[in-house]
């Protein structure tokens, strides 16, 4: 139901635009999330939006690089990176928060599938 799609290798210092498109329901009502994890790690929070994109929250490591956006006309998040760096190389997991802390995973019931971000340093 959640389909993230934006990733690939790219440069340090360049930027990527990872999108999430939700099918089969809605989730305007949602806050929603992005996430990410590399082998060997747990899932950690990248990014947060409101279900009225009034707010936002992010993690330290990616605050003033990283943007999170919606666009419920398309059921649609996004999370813009720039300047991105070595460390940023992840998969990246868009997720529909359902209660609960938001920077905890167990508080999201739906899961898009995972984009893998390579950065070369």
């Known amino acids: 139901q959640l389909q993230a799609s934006g990733g690939g290798l790219v440069q340090a210092g360049g930027s990527l635009r990872l999108s999430c498109a939700a099918s089969?329901?809605?989730?305007?009502?949602?806050?929603m999330a992005w996430f990410r994890q590399v082998p060997g790690k747990e899932r950690e929070f990248v990014a947060a939006i409101s279900w009225n994109g009034v707010a936002s929250y992010y993690a330290d490591s990616v605050k003033g690089r990283f943007t999170i956006s919606r666009d419920d006309a398309k059921n649609s998040v996004y999370l813009q990176m720039n300047s991105l760096k070595f460390e940023d190389t992840a998969v990246y997991y868009c997720?529909?928060?359902?209660?609960?802390?938001?920077?905890?995973?167990?508080?999201?019931?739906?899961w898009g599938q995972g984009t893998l971000v390579t950065v070369s340093s």
């Open positions: 997720a529909a928060h359902s209660g609960g802390s938001m920077y905890s995973t167990k508080s999201f019931d739906y």
């Open positions: 089969g329901r809605t989730f305007r009502d949602n806050y």
